[in-house]
């Protein structure tokens, strides 16, 4: 059998989605989390400076969307063909884009510089994205892709934990087809199940 | 036989890589270059308000990583097993990662703040970042996986010129192996008469 570590920060951030993969694939994982505080010495130790990684049978994979894509490939995630996993791929992408903007607001030092970011997320950023992946969602019976769960799916669900908590907000909430797909991810069992027992985390 | 249709900037850019693999596949694709002032006009039509997008026989496509991998598969240039695949696209995302954060630097209008990203650019990150991928070239013959040419590659040589021209410099003047690297991609029959042919642009 398998051996899978993942190693992170003790955030859903980047790591849920690898967390509700490996969840829904019904496999063993050890769930390290690092204390910000002991982040600077791990930093060097990852291969670029950058956690999630996941170590699987001893041998340390990183870069997050990849890893998620290899799960994927593994649990029956990807569509059923290579271009029915180009757009499962595309949308995986658009949200891990999305949290990326969100956190560059976030974790900005400058105030007014952030309160620019936060401006443009807010009036900008999030309506244009949000409307497109709601849309998305409906047209797709669902899901987004194909009237079948797919690991983007997963990928939005846990993600989108991440960047209500960056906002402080529910920016979700005008977003019906958004907000029953969340709902909908959590209810399989294998995945209510890890947030049952998970650690509960602001972000 | 299959249409193809690339749309992006007249630059190499995010294009690069997909103009790169369409080549190297030897099939034929129209590339088409919208020029700044049309983008506003073109923007809303794409997909998520980004470019490249590609159109495979009439339906559009887009994000550049999953439409890369997607023609990396077609022509065999994804390894030979899932974890191969895993590692070629940890790498393919890392370069891309590399490229976004000289662009965030390019792209600042405020100059205060674009002093403080090239300074971090230069001193930090692309050491960083080039030492680490000149290192696992070197550690894998000549090539970032596997010792064989993946998708990866060719990722990199396109987008090089990109992080080249952002940078007013070549920044990969003292790494031995990426430079090596990108010589032996652009040699390649295809992707050398794709050169030839093609507009060249600063960026």
């Known amino acids: 059998m398998r051996t899978y570590k993942l190693t992170y920060f003790n955030i859903v951030g980047l790591g849920g989605p690898i967390r509700f993969l490996l ?32 170590e699987i049978d001893g041998k340390v994979y990183y870069q997050t969307l990849p890893i998620c894509r290899y799960l994927a490939k593994q649990f029956n995630l990807l569509g059923k063909s290579d271009l029915d996993a180009l757009e499962i791929d595309a949308a995986a992408n658009t949200v891990h884009d999305l949290r990326k903007m969100v956190s560059l607001y976030f974790f900005e030092q400058d105030s007014a ?4 970011k936060k401006e443009t997320l807010v009036t ?10 709601d849309d998305t969602v409906k047209k797709n019976g669902g899901y987004f892709h194909g009237g079948e769960l797919s690991y983007a799916d997963l990928f939005f ?8 908590g960056f906002m402080k907000n529910d920016v979700f909430e005008d977003y019906p087809n958004l907000k029953q797909l969340i709902d909908n991810v959590h209810a399989l069992p294998r995945i209510a199940a890890w947030l049952a027992k998970s650690p509960k985390t602001d972000y």
């Not at 989390?33 to 996941?54: C, D, H, M, Y």
């Not at 669900?157 to 209500?164: D, E, G, R, S």
Request: charged share 30%.
């Open 23 to 54: 969840s829904y694939g019904g496999v063993e994982f050890e769930d390290i989390r690092i204390e910000r505080s002991n982040w600077p010495e791990a930093k060097p130790k990852t291969p670029f400076g950058q956690v999630p990684t996941l």
């Open 113 to 116: 510089e952030k309160a620019k």
């Open 124 to 133: 900008t950023t999030l309506p244009f994205y949000l409307k497109r992946l």
């Open 157 to 164: 669900a846990a993600v989108q934990h991440n960047i209500k």
